[in-house]
């Protein structure tokens, strides 16, 4: 009888490259909710961009990049960095530029989950950000982190004189 299943390969955890400065293209923004807004009974959404490398060596080209911008004290930092880095500063009520669909629209808006699962459609897909990546260890496994996204907004410091971006977004935990 014949078997069938999957490559052997693709069940394995992507090696991260090495740590340094990388572009990095954006191909999607989702919107998820986190785990303490359900615990505390309060929507609050983690973001999480998809990209891949790009314009490197061809070893490190198309290599997945994860940039999360969890919730909690530095996601609007984190998420400002981010829409900066890719050359637009957030709206003035601290929205990304662009819109999002969410993923059951028969859902009322005013439902705890109503964007768990959204997808983001905006300037911000398609753009290259420079991202320096650190390689950090999860469940003894290596993987690639966001250490800081490089602004790209023209003038940023006059235009945005309150702002500072941050330059380590792994936090305490980093060594």
């Given at each position: 009888m014949p078997k069938?299943?999957?490559n052997p390969e693709e069940t394995k955890a992507p090696k991260p490259v090495p740590g340094g400065m990388y572009e990095v293209r954006i191909k999607s923004l989702t919107a998820k909710l986190s785990k303490a807004g359900r615990a505390k009974g309060q929507p609050q959404y983690n973001y999480e961009a998809y990209g891949n490398v790009?314009?490197?060596?061809a070893e490190y080209n198309d290599a997945f990049?994860?940039?999360?911008?969890?919730?909690?004290?530095n996601q609007a930092k984190t998420s400002n960095d981010f829409?900066?880095?890719?050359g637009y500063?957030?709206?003035a009520d601290g929205s990304f530029p662009g819109d999002w669909t969410v993923k059951d629209p028969?859902?009322?808006?005013?439902?705890?989950d109503y964007f768990d699962g959204a997808q983001y459609s905006g300037p911000l897909i398609g753009k290259v950000c420079k991202v320096e990546?650190?390689?950090?260890?999860?469940?003894?496994?290596d993987r690639n982190e966001?250490?800081?996204i490089l602004c790209k907004v023209d003038k940023c410091a006059e235009r945005f004189p309150d702002i500072r971006h941050l330059t380590d977004w792994r936090g305490k935990k980093a060594a």
């Open positions: 069938m299943g999957v790009v314009n490197n060596k990049v994860l940039i999360r911008m969890n919730n909690g004290f829409a900066h880095g890719l500063p957030l709206e028969s859902k009322p808006a005013d439902a705890f990546l650190s390689v950090t260890n999860y469940d003894g496994l966001v250490k800081q």
